[in-house]
């Protein structure tokens, strides 16, 4: 079973007339990377010996954090390492739980993300949630704080031979990808990331907001995007 956009709440109605306004989730709604922390999680205690799995890339992982490219291919890797040996209903379960107990942790959401959020739901604006997470957790994480009124394009997760992979990994250019072959047309009023992956997302919007990047992201995401990017620091 797929999770993802086509099933995972976003509404293809071709003639919406609505300002669609979209929102990255980690490090926006949310101040964490989640899917790692839940990752982190797993391969801790008991679970340490699932890094063997991974041995060869270990002493990688610090050059490849630091890259667009890199953090794509430890996220696949590590999804794979976490859901080895396991079923696909097992690891729904357990990110599920997962994202529950995090959602009731004092604060990890970004308080003026959700208020923003809401007052874009309240004036009737259609609000996408466009993340690379898995929708499995995304969803855990909101329903539990009963935070409604958005449509989700999540990453599609499915179970296989050797774990849990990506059938749509939904970072950098395959945001874009994944609204347009969903029929969310443009133009997008309003974009909110806070990475260069979503410079693609950002720059296909009439105006691009960067929630709390460092300076030097903010730097190159203004080369990247010009004038109509503006920079927000939310509490």
């Known amino acids: 079973m797929d999770q993802g956009i086509g099933t995972a709440g976003v509404d293809d109605t071709a003639a919406d007339g609505r300002r669609v306004v979209l929102f990255d989730f980690d490090g926006v709604i949310v101040r964490h990377q989640t899917l790692e922390l839940f990752f982190r999680e797993r391969l801790s205690g008991l679970g340490r010996w699932r890094l063997l799995l991974a041995l060869p890339v270990v002493p990688l992982v610090p050059l490849l954090i630091g890259s667009a490219g890199g953090n794509r291919f430890l996220g696949r890797l590590f999804l794979r390492v976490v859901t080895f040996g396991r079923r696909e209903a097992t690891y729904r379960r357990l990110v599920a739980a997962f994202g529950r107990t ?78 347009e072959k969903a029929g969310i047309a443009r133009p997008w009023a309003i974009a909110y990331g806070d990475s260069l992956s979503d410079v693609p997302m950002l720059k296909a919007a009439e105006a691009a907001r960067l929630v709390n990047p460092t300076t030097k992201t903010a730097k190159k995401a203004g080369r990247l995007i010009g004038d109509r990017l503006e920079v927000l620091h939310w509490y």
């Open 102 to 179: 995090y959602a009731r942790r004092p604060g990890v959401f970004c308080r003026d993300a959700v208020a923003t959020l809401r007052r874009h739901v309240d004036e009737g604006d259609r609000v996408i949630i466009v993340t690379g997470n898995d929708g499995h957790l995304v969803e855990a994480i909101l329903d539990e704080v009963n935070l409604t009124g958005y449509e989700l394009a999540a990453s599609r997760t499915r179970g296989g031979l050797f774990g849990v992979h990506f059938v749509q990994h939904n970072v950098d250019g395959m945001k874009v990808r994944a609204l």
